[in-house]
């Protein structure tokens, strides 16, 4: 550990290289850092102390994989941020993850640049949840009822804050700079993974289903984010009425 690192991270993954060369990364950065080889050994670490404040964790593992690992961190937090580690081709895993309630995920191989920034975003969250930072900062994009703090990367709707993840806010800032004009699915892979070249159309579904359904635990009438089948997706405003293709929220992906 760095001695006086504001956060601490835990990364989770069977190879010594990779969680070297990221622990290297992070601790440059100032946060403090566990190294686990496999979810067995982490969970054993977990449960008998403090969690950290984010895990970075990998899916494929001996004795305990990621996605085990994931379910029982969700079980004891549902606010602990966890980054998934993943191959280009556990397309299948990726999603499950993101359903089991991971934040976010970085194909194998990934830029550690990206990595850092990802968790550098997370760290400012949660001193502003925790009230060590300001709640206003930088530009605000706002739509009707809608408020997106570019800065902080939180997203209020009718004052209320919704918890969303670094890429499900990416994905709704694309959608809500421009609203009603459709978005494809290619489009808001590069606004939500820029330097993931291995991000599906499926993995881009499973963040819009998360997303609208972050709203409508608040709002169960917010049916704001419309599917427009073939093209991709859009953010309709109140007095813009759906037109022929799209659907509500709850009549698809």
Known sequence: MVKGADGRVAIVDDE????????FALEREGWAVDLYADGA????????????DVVVLDILMPRMDGLELCRRLRGVSDALPIIFLTSKDDELDRVLGLELGADDY????????ELVARVRVLFRRIAMLR???PAEQGET????????DLEGYTVRWNAT?????VTEFLILRALVRRPGQVKTRRQLMEEGYPHDAFVSERTIDSHIKRIRRKFEDIDPDFGRVETVHGLGYRYRRLDVRAGDG???AGDGA
Do not use: D, M, N, Y
Not at 17 to 23: G, I, P
């Open 106 to 113: 970085l194909c194998k191989p990934f830029s550690v640049r």
């Open 141 to 148: 994009l706002r739509v009707e009822a809608l408020e997106l």
């Open 161 to 165: 804050e919704i918890p969303l993840t």
């Open 246 to 248: 799209a659907t509500r």
């Open 16 to 23: 010594e290289s990779l969680r070297e060369s990221v622990r």
């Open 131 to 133: 009230g060590r930072g």
């Open 41 to 52: 050994e982490a969970w054993e670490a977990f449960s008998a102390g403090a969690l950290p």
